[in-house]
């Protein structure tokens, strides 16, 4: 069964400054991985998505994701971090068992941005 | 904007008593998931349909919960008998089924329910 961790409960970071938050995944076959973003009363939003190919992604509001098969990790970062960042930022895994469609989350990293 | 909509999103109840959640999907989305999301979790996958056949179920779907899609539109998840442990965010999400494994899970603001 596929797992997902991020070390990170919380992090503070200060606007304007760089961001990577962590993702670690176990799974025995390629992984299909997410970046979700929650904010208070709102739905999980997709930030990016990795399937295969280039191991760098490209995602919504300026992040993009680099996936490492060496170290089985799916980093999320942003080089200028905004105060409308702050919020709760989810890693998932897909699994790719034929009829399966569910995601596994982490516990997600809450992010605090200081003004 | 006809995003995924639940209803109600909070619910408050006694324990032993029956909730039922609404989920809205997306309009030509056929597939329709749920999930839970309990304090300081991430969101765990409880089942999925396609179109109106319920296709997945997770262990965490005890005899308790029962979820329906009758005409292939809206969801329904019922929680009979409601324990303190059921307290958490519910949350929905749909999908179009494609050629591919994978298209975009749009989630709706979830159901908060707290049991007494």
């Known amino acids: 069964a596929q797992s997902v961790t991020q070390p990170d409960i919380h992090i503070t970071v200060s606007e304007g400054a760089s961001l990577e938050l962590r993702c670690n995944y176990s799974?025995?076959?390629?992984?299909?991985l997410f970046w979700y973003v929650q904010s208070p009363g709102q739905g999980l939003q997709l930030l990016l998505k990795?399937?295969?190919?280039?191991?760098l992604v490209q995602g919504i509001k300026g992040f993009e994701a680099e996936f490492k098969r060496s170290q089985s990790s799916f980093n999320l970062r942003k080089p200028s971090v905004h105060w409308s960042d702050a919020a709760e930022y989810f890693c998932?895994?897909?699994?790719?068992?034929?009829?399966?469609?569910?995601?596994?989350f982490g516990k997600g990293t809450k992010l605090s941005v200081i003004p | 904007d006809t995003g995924v909509s639940q209803d109600p999103r909070h619910k408050i109840t006694k324990r032993g008593q029956n909730v039922t959640f609404r989920c809205d999907p997306i309009?030509?989305?056929?597939?329709l998931y749920w999930y839970r999301q309990t304090l300081g979790q991430g969101p765990e996958f409880l089942t999925y349909?396609?179109?109106?056949?319920?296709?997945?179920k997770s262990r965490l779907l005890s005899d308790r919960f029962s979820a329906e899609r009758p005409k292939g539109s809206f969801s329904t998840l019922e929680i009979q008998r409601t324990e303190q442990g059921d307290s958490a965010m519910y949350l929905c999400?749909?999908?179009?089924?494609?050629?591919?494994?994978?298209?975009?899970?749009?989630f709706g603001p979830g159901t908060r329910l707290t049991v007494l």
């Open positions: 999400a749909s999908s179009l089924a494609g050629t591919g494994w994978y298209n975009e899970q749009f």
């Open positions: 349909f396609q179109n109106e056949a319920q296709l997945e």
């Open positions: 309009s030509e989305h056929n597939r």
């Open positions: 799974y025995g076959a390629t992984p299909y």
């Open positions: 998932a895994v897909g699994a790719t068992g034929a009829g399966s469609y569910q995601l596994t």
């Open positions: 990795y399937f295969s190919g280039d191991t």
